[in-house]
């Protein structure tokens, strides 16, 4: 019988590009307001230019919001508010809102595919994580809308009026949905501010709001920059605040309504411990860390940023970290195999940079994983560094990005200690195969959310907000609800009018 | 990866590596969801082809059966030029003499199964003698069964013990050991008697031998790729990896390559350091090739079934 060569010459096997299609979105060149239910033109005249971080391209012109078109977006959620939506019976108002999600889940590609334009995210991240939450955001609220009474026992409760509502640019439409969704279930209107890189998503969710018919005025968007956010937060006629976003503008925010009786929710920025006992799964914790920090390139309030190793491991553990960041694809956001896409915006990209440079003066020794990164666009390596100390700056100041500093620690009091020992405390990690280790240190950790043997899991039913500067008030679950209703006991003076 | 250990000092296995299950899931589903398309995909269904070990391990087999099926391993689809041979055939020690003939001089390698397989339920001197019939008959690859019965009783002294013994007897023939997963049954024991496997001397660890369900999960391969990348990172060498028994798909291979690429790197995706024991995979594979050269499905008709 005729011999045939055993060939096994083959060249390196890289995965061909698989770019998600853009075909199906519709963009338009130009947005306005969404106000009182209808498209308006800014009373500023002016407009300003998103753009797509991965190639700098620029997406649409979007309207700049100035004192006046916020007053007109507050007079329009005041009204929409008074007349319908606070009257309303709240099974109307749970069908409205599952509606919205029913619609945001028909068009989730197209979601998912302008928020990694916008926003420079994975389209896996924004395909399998981002959109599907906020769908689910307002499918777990609207369930709540006709159930208050159980929600809060023994209590009358009432909508606190009009939210003003300023979110950021990590996750656009997700903390959209994180505002919107709660504030509707109780009954409030709602004025809400994207931020000035991503505002695509949300300006995508008012055309589905208007799709869903939901009343006129209930939900304005209001599209510009900080000076936009602050008319929000000094206008007179806003009952609530909710803000996402750093611990400056957050203190801001809470010096101007000092006084003025406004309530106020605020998330703000974090530098959250992960934590690796030396009997933890190790491999697992790997991918936990990487989950931990580079998800959604490190743009995340409750990002892994400072890892803490026992000392045993250390070693191993970060020869598997370097070994697996090696392998991360870094690049075009829309590739369906890209691990880690573009860095939000260029003035973001500065930042990271500057404190990588930080870092090295400090004289960490650091490491960028071996990728190419794309030639043009905002791109950052993932980056570690070891020999630092816990009075590093690039310890203690939160980054933001796709950086991480590691630490090792011998025994659990000390590690607790050093992961409390910072302003913030928005959330934690614990990998250990012990159960009751993690009862011990999880109890002890002071955090907001503290994750047991994983990293960065979200769900609508579970309250999220940090400890210290990293905010106070809790979004999601029945703890987000309560921030968005007045409640009074049965039998006692004070009426709901009243008050 | 570098070399750090030299000599190799023993672990104490009882400490191997916790495996977290949740976790181990997450990270598989995430190589399911790599898209592989156009050229990279032609590309890995031929490299695939060329990784498997084409398995036939019955009862019944005849010199007739092992024969074609020899025949098959060195013209897969002759009628579609340019396609590799399989990596080898795997028999049972009494079909190793006739496959050897068949194959000779085409690069095919023969592995024969070995030490009790498939229940591993014989003295360790049967074991010698199975394995030493097998490599005088001239097999290149000897795929060896570990006792699985001493393992679940925590001997690991004598699982060890047996694996560096069966290696002795191999000579210069390439030892796979089978750990048999489907009957250690958690991850954690996965990885250790990974790692008892490769310190005793393992050129390949194995996952399954096919009779038992489940097989090669990719839960299970992925936690012996972890291993085989500990041990690399720890002694500089390198050990390859077989998944066997449930892998009939072409999509399941790509996504197995995926895999090993992602935890192990290029220099594993060679049939050096990656094989596919399988016996349907390959016209799976085939149909796939067939449809991404031509853009026509065929029926299984067109592919001979051994």
């Known amino acids: ?499 | 990866m570098t070399k750090r250990n030299n000599p190799i000092t023993l672990p104490d296995f009882s400490k191997s590596t916790r495996v977290d299950k949740v976790g181990v899931e997450e990270r598989v589903s995430r190589f399911q969801k790599r898209s592989i398309k156009g050229e990279a995909k032609l590309q890995g269904l031929k490299m695939a082809l060329n990784m498997i070990d084409l398995t036939t391990l019955e009862g019944k087999d005849s010199p007739g059966k092992v024969r074609q099926m020899c025949f098959k391993a060195q013209h897969l689809h002759d009628v579609h030029p340019g396609l590799p041979t399989v990596a080898a055939v795997c028999v049972y020690p009494s079909m190793v003499g006739i496959a050897k003939k068949e194959v000779a001089g085409s690069g095919v390698k023969v592995a024969s199964v070995s030490a009790a397989f498939p229940a591993g339920q014989a003295p360790i001197d049967v074991k010698i003698r199975d394995t030493r019939f097998a490599v005088d008959e001239g097999a290149d690859e000897i795929d060896m069964v570990i006792s699985r019965g001493k393992y679940l009783a925590g001997e690991y002294n004598f699982v060890f013990d047996e694996i560096a013994t069966i290696k002795e007897a191999s000579g210069n023939a390439r030892l796979k050991v089978i750990l048999e997963t489907g009957e250690l049954v958690t991850l954690d024991d996965v990885r250790r008697a990974s790692d008892i496997a490769m310190y005793a001397g393992a050129d390949f660890i194995k996952t399954s031998t096919g009779k038992i369900q489940p097989a090669a999960t990719m839960q299970v391969t992925y936690t012996m790729l972890q291993a085989i990348r500990d041990f690399r990172l720890e002694t500089g060498i390198k050990v390859g990896m077989k998944p066997a028994g449930g892998i009939s798909s072409a999509k399941l291979a790509l996504h197995n390559l995926v895999m090993v690429k992602e935890v192990l790197g290029n220099e594993w995706l060679t049939n050096d350091g990656f094989r596919f024991g399988a016996s349907s995979l390959a016209n799976d594979l085939l149909m796939q090739i067939m449809k991404v050269e031509t853009g026509i499905y065929q029926s299984s008709d067109y592919f001979a079934i051994d």
Request: net charge neutral.
């Open chain 1, 1 to 499: 019988m005729a011999k045939k060569k055993n060939t096994s010459e083959f060249p390196k096997w890289n995965y061909a590009p698989a770019p998600e299609s853009t075909s199906h979105i519709q963009l338009k060149d130009r947005y306005d307001l969404y106000i009182g239910g209808k498209w308006v033109k800014p009373l500023s005249k002016k407009y300003f230019k998103t753009i797509n971080p991965a190639n700098e391209k620029t997406l649409a012109q979007v309207a700049y919001a100035n004192e006046k078109d916020v007053d007109k977006a507050v007079k329009a959620a005041r009204k929409a508010y008074d007349e319908v939506w606070s009257k309303m019976e709240p099974s109307e108002r749970a069908k409205y809102m599952y509606r919205i999600a029913r619609l945001m889940q028909e068009r989730a590609r197209e979601f998912a595919v302008i928020e990694s334009l916008d926003a420079g995210k994975v389209i896996r991240e924004s395909r399998d994580v981002d959109v599907p939450l906020a769908c689910n955001h307002f499918f777990y609220y609207a369930g709540w809308a006709d159930k208050l009474e159980y929600a809060f026992p023994n209590r009358k409760v009432s909508p606190i009026g009009v939210a003003g509502q300023i979110i950021p640019w990590n996750f656009p439409l997700l903390m959209a949905a994180w505002k919107i969704a709660p504030a509707l279930a109780a009954g409030n209107t709602v004025v809400l501010k994207p931020a000035e890189t991503t505002p695509l998503t949300a300006l995508k969710l008012a055309e589905v709001i208007h799709d869903a018919g939901l009343p006129d005025g209930v939900v304005n968007i209001v599209t510009g920059y900080g000076d936009t956010g602050a008319a929000i937060v000094n206008h007179p006629d806003v009952d609530k605040i909710a803000f996402t976003g750093s611990t400056n503008v957050g203190k801001i925010i809470q010096k101007a309504i000092a006084g003025t009786g406004k309530k106020a929710t605020l998330e703000l920025g974090g530098k959250s411990a992960n934590i690796i006992m030396d009997d933890a799964p190790l491999d697992e914790a790997v991918e936990g860390i990487v989950n931990g920090i580079f998800f959604n390139q490190g743009h995340v309030c409750c990002a892994g940023s400072r890892l803490f190793v026992q000392e045993g491991v250390a070693d191993k553990v970060i020869e598997k970290l370097k070994h697996r960041m090696d392998s991360l694809i870094v690049g075009d956001p829309l590739d369906k195999n890209t691990d880690i896409g573009a860095i939000n915006s260029r003035e973001q990209l500065g930042m990271i940079h500057k404190y990588i440079e930080i870092g090295r003066k400090e004289g960490a020794t650091m490491y960028q994983s071996n990728c190419e990164l794309p030639s043009s666009g905002y791109y950052c390596a993932p980056t570690l560094f070891t020999n630092v100390a816990q009075s590093s700056i690039i310890v203690q100041e939160e980054i933001f990005g796709p950086v991480l500093t590691i630490q090792t620690f011998r025994t659990t009091d000390e590690v607790i200690q050093k992961a409390n020992n910072t302003p913030y405390g928005l959330a934690a990690g614990v990998w250990t195969d012990k159960g009751s280790r993690i009862f011990n240190v999880t109890t002890k950790l002071r955090a907001g959310v503290v994750w047991a043997n994983t990293y960065n899991q979200f769900d609508p039913a579970s309250p999220f907000g940090g400890y210290k500067e990293s905010g106070f008030g809790r979004e999601g679950g029945l703890h987000g609800l309560s921030a968005y209703v007045k409640q009074n006991e049965y039998g006692t003076v004070r009426s709901v009018e009243n008050v």
